[in-house]
């Protein structure tokens, strides 16, 4: 029986503060380029001030997938927390805006809401200074059972391992879904996560735990410690559930067992922000597989997805994704 909802999330409730840089304000601000470096709440707020003409929206990587979903026509919830201030505000207003069922109770106190500071250089390279805020409060108490019993697929994303109490409700997120029939996509978010709990996520594939691995090609050559990515491949060929890797220009391999698929990217006239394309790659992947498309097709969706949001500032799509993927014959 098709179950309501086609992919629930969860993950950091963060809103995302876009601006247009050079390499000079990276300098003076002291931003390292290209990487995400976590920041406090005095730090954020300095960067905000100094972000020349920044742009205000819904962020969060595992939110941001959930727009790439709704943009598809794709039933979908998040779970996340945020406090009750201006942009804990402006981020439920967006996701309710986008049709994500989105209901998690805001924090009267504590931490303000999270909000990651995104400098964009010329080339579409992104520096990230990200202050968790309320996601830190993220807990168990948070889950809505029930959002997570009636998707098919729960998707979860690496970035909440950093916070011990959002650690502790995505692994009983996984187990409620485990025990309701839904599979576990995991998404390892970062390199550097990678880096840090490597043993927790490799158990948790040993233990099948995830059904659904997404990994670009530095986090996947990370998580196994390899140098090659034919080696990285051939770890999550040996592991069995599926592999979505993502190599930027290179376009994707899927794995699954005996399968393998190359698939290239979908081209794009002006990469003008990377922000977001793992993303809504995952975005284009998790509709196609909700909707019985084979694996292939998938991918296809995937880079579809990629290369919509690259081609822009901004996380998520400014043109709606189900035309597009209807032109490539995905419908």
Known sequence: MTKPLNVT?????????????????????????GVMTLVDEHRAQTLHAALPRPKEIAGGSAANTMAGLASLGARGAFLGKVKHDRLGELFASDMSAIGVRYHTKKAEGGPGTGCCLIAVTPEGERSMSTYLGANLEFSESD????????????????????????REA???AIAIAKHAGTKVAFTISDPFVAGRYRQDFLEMMSGRNFDILFANEEEAKSLFEVEAFDDALQRVHDWGGI???????????????????????????????????????AAGFLYGLTKGKPLSDCGRLGTIAAAE???????????????????????
């Open 9 to 33: 999330a969860v993950g950091s409730a963060i809103v995302d503060v876009i601006a247009t840089v050079d390499d000079r304000f990276l300098l003076a601000n002291s931003v390292a380029k």
């Open 143 to 166: 889950l809505d059972g029930r959002d997570i019993e009636e998707a098919e697929v729960l998707y979860i994303e690496g970035y909440l391992w950093d916070a011990p109490l959002a």
């Open 170 to 172: 995505c692994l009983k």
């Open 243 to 281: 592999g979505a890797l993502t190599r930027s220009e290179k376009g994707c391999v899927i794995a699954r067992d005996g399968e393998v698929h190359v698939i290239d990217a979908a081209p794009v006239a002006r990469v003008v922000d990377t922000t977001g394309a793992g993303d809504q790659f």
């Open 309 to 331: 949001v690259i081609s822009h500032l901004g996380a998520r799509p400014e043109t709606s994704l189900k035309p597009l993927a209807a032109q490539a014959g995905l419908l």
